[in-house]
């Protein structure tokens, strides 16, 4: 972790050790990506702090298969959180008491951000920045149940353009005994359209005393520069551009230590994670076949940005197994050579 300028270094009574003269970089919880796998990878690549995908509080409860995969984590991730999501206070309680004991986090996340209709229509996610009354009872029963261990929450900056409520929100979750809060920039009806308002995220920075997380759209080492600059936040979390390119973590840390920015990742280093991604997820989950095809999403963002995209992603959308990547990374390869030759 890089060291926070002094201005960071307030005292709070029960500051996250990761806080305390650091400014961590998170690798943002995104359903779907930042599995087991994926979590090592961006942790070996620099990421401090990661958090699971949101994880419904009603599937722990049923004790849901699916629900357990969410939850698996090694030693190394650690310090790492598990995301909740829900709207029933008491139901929320009892699955973070049970996710403690079961896996023991280091830290237990609410999901106060999540725009999709299926959560928002049962008043999870999102929808609870619009009752401030219930989301001050959810952190109230999160706080009581997790008892020694650490809550945190995630935010956007309000539903709408016309009701912008972070501020009022975070300071909610700090008196209710939430220890930090990430703040995505965006509305909900924002979806991740638009840009992410840091003026905004400033705000709520400026006005707590518990560690802000700010989250949107930082996609290299300058923009976290210009973002820790503009504002007051104590850490700063990163979502798709980690998707496309994990190593932006180290990318980062390596410029804000020596001030360097470092050159794009070779071609071939690049295909080499990839492929180790890829063969870490197989290996995690057991049959090539599924596993390779839950990863075509996952090879479609690595390809962003890679010369001749489109075609590329023309074939991996049909990746089968490891033999079939092998063949399109080195074909691949082949190709960008011979297009710099020429
Ligand atoms: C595919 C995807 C899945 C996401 N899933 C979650 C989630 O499970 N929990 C959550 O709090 N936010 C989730 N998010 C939002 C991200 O954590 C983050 O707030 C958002 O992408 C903005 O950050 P970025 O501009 O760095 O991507 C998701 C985003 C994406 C793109």
Redesign the pocket.
């Known amino acids: 972790m890089l060291a926070a300028p002094a201005r960071l270094c307030y005292q709070w009574r029960r500051m996250l050790p990761w806080f305390q003269n650091q400014f961590p970089l998170y690798l ?7 599995d087991h796998v994926f979590r090592q990878l961006c942790k070996e690549q620099g990421a401090d702090i990661v ?4 994880v419904s509080a009603e599937g722990i409860l049923r004790r849901n298969e699916r629900t357990s995969e969410y939850l698996v984590f090694s030693e190394m991730e650690r310090p790492m959180g598990v ?1 909740l ?1 829900g709207a029933d206070p008491e139901h929320l309680g009892e699955a973070a008491r049970a996710v403690i004991d079961w896996v023991k986090p280091d830290f237990i ?1 609410l ?1 106060f ?2 725009p999709v209709n299926k959560v928002v229509s049962k008043q999870g ?1 999102s929808a609870l920045l619009r009752d401030c009354p219930l989301l001050a009872r959810v952190a109230t029963a999160v706080v009581k149940a997790a008892g020694n261990v650490p809550v945190t929450g ?1 935010i ?1 900056i309000g539903w709408d353009a016309q009701t912008i409520n972070a501020t009022e929100t975070a300071r909610i979750l700090q008196d209710c005994g939430v220890q930090a809060v ?1 703040v ?3 509305t909900k009806e924002q979806g ?1 359209s638009g840009v ?1 308002d840091w003026d905004v995220i400033g705000e709520v920075a400026a006005a707590v005393q518990i560690p802000v997380i700010g ?5 290299g080492p300058l923009d976290v520069e210009c973002r820790r600059a503009q504002t007051e936040v104590s850490g700063i ?7 496309s390119a994990p190593w932006i973590f180290r990318m980062i840390k390596h410029y804000l230590s020596t001030g360097e920015i470092l050159p794009d990742l070779p071609l071939a280093e690049k295909w080499a994670f990839i492929q180790r991604h890829a063969r870490e997820t197989v290996a995690q989950r057991g049959r090539e076949t599924p596993a390779m095809h839950s990863l075509r999403a996952r090879l479609m963002a690595y390809s962003r940005g890679m010369p001749g995209g489109r075609a590329l992603r023309g074939r991996l959308q049909f990746v089968s197994s490891l033999n079939d990547l092998e063949e399109i990374a080195g074909h691949h390869q082949q190709q960008a050579l011979e297009f710099i030759e020429h």
């Open positions: 943002a919880p995104m359903a779907g990506v930042t958090v699971t995908e949101f995301q999501f996340d999901n951000g999540c996610g995630k956007r990430a995505h920039g965006r991740y992410a989250n949107g759209d930082i996609s979390m990163i979502g798709r551009a980690a998707m």
